[in-house]
Nanobody, 126 residues
Framework: QVQLVESGGGLVQAGGSLRISCAVS????????MAWFRQAPGKEREFVAA????????DYEDAVKGRFTISRDNAKNTVYLQMKSLKAEDTAVYYC???????????????????WGQGTQVTVSS
């Protein structure tokens, strides 16, 4: 049974930092690209960042470039999202997702990811 479990969300002041994690089990983690998405109230789920199976390639949504860093530890079956210089508009539920397609390039579409976690709330107070 594939499980993705996010943790580390919380309340942080604008300008602050937070690191969220996603522990994965039930699949051979090191084989698959991973991503973070987020969904704010009343909005559609959107791509935030993706990382290749090896960690050698990453991709980011323009609004988070330079502020967020995605990384992974294949020995721990965990993917991370380090967020700094947080803004009120970063407030959302953050979801990790696994892409089992083994595509040659990172993908950013919600429908392209087959497994999802339950989400972790990140709230940035202004």
């Amino acid at each position: 049974q594939v499980q993705l479990v996010e943790s580390g969300g919380g309340l942080v002041q604008a300008g602050g930092s937070l690191r969220i994690s996603c522990a994965v089990s039930g699949l051979i983690f090191r084989r698959y690209d991973m991503a973070w998405f987020r969904q704010a109230p009343g909005k559609e789920r959107e791509f935030v960042a993706a990382i290749s199976w090896s960690g050698g390639s990453t991709d980011y949504e323009d609004a988070v470039k330079g502020r967020f860093t995605i990384s992974r530890d294949n020995a721990k079956n965990t993917v991370y999202l380090q967020m700094k210089s947080l803004k009120a508009e970063d407030t959302a539920v953050y979801y990790c997702a696994a892409d089992l397609s083994r595509s040659p390039s990172l993908r950013i579409g919600v429908g392209e990811y087959g497994y999802w976690g339950q989400g972790t709330q990140v709230t940035v107070s202004s």
